[in-house]
């Protein structure tokens, strides 16, 4: 059964930092690449970062230079370092395995873990 579970949020005042943490189960993490989302309240639920297996990475241009994804397959935990937090990123952060069609990503798993809840506010 596959489990994603994510943790690591909380509330931080704007130009803080948080690391977020997703634990996989259920599947081999090595053979996919990860991607962590993000929805915002009202928002549809968008793509922030992405990690192939062999530690290339990818970022929406709205983090680009803020948030640094990586992974560890010893423990199967991807992770996401968020640096320099602005209001905007006010959202509840997921994690997925990721699929590959007409060079766009798409999450693997139809479930989702619960996420975890991060508010940017002062």
């Known amino acids: 059964q596959v489990q994603l579970v994510e943790s690591g949020g909380g509330l931080v005042q704007p130009g803080g930092s948080l690391k977020l943490s997703c634990a996989a189960s259920?599947?081999?993490?090595?053979?996919?690449?990860m991607g962590w989302y993000r929805q915002a309240p009202g928002k549809e639920r968008e793509l922030v970062a992405s990690?192939?297996?062999?530690?290339?990475?990818e970022y929406a241009d709205f983090v680009k230079g803020r948030f640094t994804i990586s992974r560890d397959n010893s423990k199967k935990t991807a992770y996401l370092q968020m640096n320099r937090l602005i209001a905007e990123d006010t959202a509840v952060y997921y994690c997925n395995a990721l699929r590959m069609k007409d060079l766009s990503y798409y999450p693997y798993f139809p479930s989702w873990g619960r996420g975890t809840q991060v508010t940017v506010s002062s």
């Open positions: 990690i192939t297996s062999s530690q290339f990475t």
């Open positions: 259920g599947f081999i993490f090595t053979l996919h690449s």
